[in-house]
C-alpha cells in the first residue's frame, strides 16, 4: 500500500506540473504568437476540456485496459502532448494538443483518487493530502522552472521538462508491482478495491446496503448533496485555475511587473499551498472535515477581497502566500468530505466531483481571460472573490445539513 501511495504521489506531482506549465508561459507564449488573453483563456479552456473528457471515460478506459493501463495510456498521451507544445506548432494545432494533454493529467488524477479513497479507508484524508502535497510542489517548481527558461530565452522547453517527467510516471507504473493490488488494478471488468468500511465522519444519507438495493447510488438526499458539491468543485477548481493561469498576468496589468517576476507569484502560490497541504489532512482529522472546508473557504474569500486594494508587489505576494494556505486542503479535503457523507459511492463520487471541477476548470479561467481583455484589471480579482463567495455558502450550507443529520441521529 505504501507503494501504490508513493507512486500515485509521483504521478500527482505529474499532474501538478501539467496543470500549471501552460499558464507559466502564457503571457510570452501569446506574445509569441500575436495573441490576446481571450485566446488564452480559449487554450485553457481546451485543454480542461481534454480533461473532463478523460476523467469522464477513465471508468471505461479502466474496464477495457485495467486501472493500470488506463494510466499507462494517460501518462504516454500526456507526454506526446508536451512534446509537440514545444515544437510551437501553428496556433491552430495548438487546439489540438490542448485537449489530448488535459485528457492525460484528466484521467490520471480520476483514476489515482479513485483508488486511494476507495482503498484506504482509514486516515483517508491525510492520505490524499499527502498526494495533494505532490500535485503542489509540481505545480511550484513548474513556474520556478519556466522562470528561469523565459529569462534565458528558453521558454519552450518548459514542455520538455512535463514530458520527461510523464515519461518517468509511465515507466513506474509499467515495472512496479503491488502485490496483491496488482490483480485488482490490472483487472478489466471490476473496480472494486478492499479497504476497511470505516469512516472518519457520521455518513448522511442511506446506508451502503439501502443504496445498492434501490438500483441507484444517488436518490433523495443523496442527489441533493452530490449537487451542491458538484456546484462546489466547479467554483473551486475554476478558481483555482484562474489564479494558477492568470496571476502572473493580473500582476503584469496591475503593477507593471516583468513576466519572469510575474510567473514567480505562481511559484509563491503553490509553495503555501504545498506546506498547508503538509498539515491539512491531520487538521481535517483532529477537527472534522466540514469545520476544516468552512473555515478554509471564508478566509479565502476575506483574503480575495482583500487583494484588489494591494497596490504594492510586497502586499501582493504576501497575499498570494496567504491565499495559498488558505486554500491549500480544500480540494483533497472536500473530496475525502463528499465521499464520506454519501456511503456507498466511494467509486463513483471522487470521479464525479473531478469532472465538475474540470468543467469549473474550462469555463471559469475563459471567463478570467476574457474580463481581463474587457474590464479593469481589479473588476477580474472581484469576479473571483464572488466565485470563493458561493464556495463559502455551499460550504456553509454542507456544514449545517451534517449538523442537523447528527442532531437527528442523537435523538
Same mark, same amino acid.
Given at each position: 500500500?505504501?507503494?501504490?501511495?508513493?507512486?500515485?504521489?509521483?504521478? $500527482?506531482?505529474?499532474?501538478?506540473?501539467?496543470?500549471?506549465?501552460?499558464? /507559466?508561459?502564457?503571457?510570452?507564449?501569446?506574445?509569441? $504568437?500575436?495573441?490576446?488573453?481571450?485566446?488564452?483563456?480559449?487554450?485553457?479552456?481546451?485543454?480542461?476540456?481534454?480533461?473532463?473528457?478523460?476523467?469522464?471515460?477513465?471508468?471505461?478506459?479502466?474496464?477495457? &485496459?485495467?486501472?493500470?493501463?488506463?494510466?499507462?495510456?494517460?501518462?504516454?498521451?500526456?507526454?506526446?502532448?508536451?512534446?509537440?507544445?514545444?515544437?510551437?506548432?501553428?496556433?491552430?494545432?495548438?487546439? !489540438?494538443?490542448?485537449?489530448?494533454?488535459?485528457?492525460?493529467?484528466?484521467?490520471?488524477?480520476?483514476?489515482?483518487?479513485?483508488? *486511494?479513497?476507495?482503498?484506504?479507508?482509514?486516515?483517508?484524508? !491525510?492520505?490524499m493530502s499527502r498526494l495533494e502535497v505532490l500535485f503542489g510542489i509540481g505545480a511550484m517548481v513548474m513556474p520556478l522552472i519556466a522562470s528561469g527558461l523565459i529569462a534565458a530565452?528558453?521558454?519552450?522547453?518548459?514542455?520538455?521538462?512535463?514530458?520527461?517527467?510523464?515519461?518517468?510516471?509511465?515507466?513506474?507504473?509499467? %515495472?512496479?508491482?503491488?502485490?496483491?493490488?496488482?490483480?485488482?488494478?490490472?483487472?478489466?471488468?471490476?473496480?472494486?478495491?478492499? @479497504?476497511?468500511?470505516?469512516?472518519?465522519?457520521?455518513?448522511?444519507?442511506?446506508?451502503?446496503?439501502?443504496?445498492?438495493?434501490?438500483?441507484?447510488?444517488?436518490?433523495?438526499?443523496?442527489?441533493?448533496?452530490?449537487?451542491?458539491?458538484?456546484?462546489?468543485?466547479?467554483?473551486?477548481?475554476?478558481?483555482?485555475?484562474?489564479?494558477?493561469?492568470?496571476?502572473?498576468?493580473?500582476?503584469?496589468?496591475?503593477?507593471?511587473? %516583468?513576466?519572469? @517576476? =510575474?510567473?514567480?507569484? !505562481?511559484?509563491?502560490?503553490?509553495?503555501?499551498?504545498?506546506?498547508?497541504?503538509?498539515?491539512?489532512?491531520?487538521?481535517?482529522?483532529?477537527?472534522? $472535515?466540514?469545520?476544516?472546508?468552512?473555515?478554509?473557504?471564508?478566509?479565502?474569500?476575506?483574503?480575495?477581497?482583500?487583494?484588489? &486594494?494591494?497596490?504594492?508587489?510586497? /502586499?501582493?505576494?504576501?497575499?498570494?502566500?496567504?491565499? @495559498?494556505?488558505a486554500m491549500s486542503g480544500i480540494f483533497s479535503i472536500a473530496l475525502v468530505f463528499a465521499s464520506k457523507l454519501l456511503p456507498g459511492t466511494e467509486e463513483s463520487t471522487p470521479?464525479?466531483? *473531478?469532472?465538475?471541477?474540470?468543467?469549473?476548470?474550462?469555463?471559469?479561467?475563459?471567463?478570467?481571460?476574457? /474580463?481581463?481583455?474587457?474590464?479593469?484589471?481589479?473588476?477580474?480579482?472581484?469576479?473571483?472573490?464572488?466565485?470563493?463567495?458561493?464556495?463559502?455558502?455551499?460550504?456553509?450550507?454542507?456544514?449545517?445539513?451534517?449538523?442537523?443529520?447528527? =442532531?437527528?441521529? =442523537?435523538?
Amino acid at each position: 500500500m505504501k507503494k501504490l501511495l508513493w507512486i500515485g504521489c509521483l504521478s $500527482y506531482f505529474l499532474i501538478g506540473l501539467a496543470h500549471v506549465v501552460l499558464g /507559466s508561459i502564457l503571457p510570452v507564449a501569446l506574445e509569441h $504568437y500575436g495573441k490576446d488573453y481571450s485566446q488564452g483563456g480559449t487554450l485553457i479552456f481546451a485543454q480542461f476540456a481534454g480533461f473532463l473528457g478523460g476523467v469522464l471515460l477513465s471508468p471505461w478506459l479502466n474496464r477495457r &485496459f485495467g486501472k493500470r493501463g488506463g494510466i499507462l495510456i494517460a501518462a504516454a498521451l500526456l507526454c506526446v502532448a508536451e512534446l509537440s507544445y514545444m515544437i510551437l506548432p501553428p496556433w491552430g494545432w495548438m487546439f !489540438v494538443i490542448a485537449p489530448a494533454a488535459g485528457f492525460g493529467f484528466g484521467m490520471i488524477e480520476a483514476v489515482i483518487g479513485t483508488i *486511494i479513497i476507495a482503498a484506504i479507508k482509514d486516515n483517508t484524508a !491525510v492520505a490524499m493530502s499527502r498526494l495533494e502535497v505532490l500535485f503542489g510542489i509540481g505545480a511550484m517548481v513548474m513556474p520556478l522552472i519556466a522562470s528561469g527558461l523565459i529569462a534565458a530565452g528558453y521558454w519552450r522547453l518548459s514542455f520538455l521538462v512535463v514530458a520527461i517527467c510523464a515519461a518517468m510516471t509511465f515507466v513506474f507504473w509499467a %515495472k512496479s508491482s503491488f502485490g496483491e493490488l496488482d490483480h485488482v488494478l490490472g483487472r478489466r471488468n471490476s473496480d472494486e478495491l478492499p @479497504g476497511n468500511a470505516q469512516t472518519a465522519e457520521v455518513p448522511v444519507g442511506p446506508h451502503p446496503a439501502d443504496v445498492k438495493k434501490s438500483g441507484s447510488l444517488y436518490q433523495g438526499r443523496n442527489l441533493a448533496l452530490l449537487v451542491l458539491f458538484v456546484l462546489f468543485f466547479f467554483l473551486y477548481v475554476g478558481t483555482e485555475m484562474s489564479l494558477a493561469n492568470f496571476m502572473p498576468a493580473i500582476l503584469i496589468e496591475k503593477m507593471d511587473m %516583468k513576466e519572469a @517576476g =510575474a510567473a514567480l507569484s !505562481v511559484t509563491c502560490f503553490w509553495i503555501a499551498m504545498s506546506v498547508g497541504r503538509l498539515f491539512a489532512g491531520y487538521i481535517a482529522e483532529k477537527f472534522q $472535515y466540514r469545520v476544516y472546508v468552512l473555515y478554509s473557504c471564508l478566509a479565502s474569500v476575506l483574503l480575495l477581497m482583500v487583494f484588489p &486594494f494591494a497596490n504594492q508587489i510586497w /502586499s501582493a505576494f504576501l497575499i498570494i502566500l496567504l491565499l @495559498g494556505l488558505a486554500m491549500s486542503g480544500i480540494f483533497s479535503i472536500a473530496l475525502v468530505f463528499a465521499s464520506k457523507l454519501l456511503p456507498g459511492t466511494e467509486e463513483s463520487t471522487p470521479s464525479i466531483l *473531478i469532472a465538475s471541477g474540470g468543467v469549473g476548470g474550462a469555463i471559469l479561467p475563459l471567463t478570467t481571460g476574457w /474580463s481581463l481583455d474587457h474590464l479593469e484589471v481589479n473588476q477580474s480579482a472581484w469576479m473571483l472573490a464572488m466565485f470563493a463567495v458561493g464556495l463559502l455558502v455551499i460550504s456553509v450550507i454542507a456544514y449545517q445539513w451534517q449538523n442537523k443529520h447528527v =442532531a437527528d441521529s =442523537a435523538t
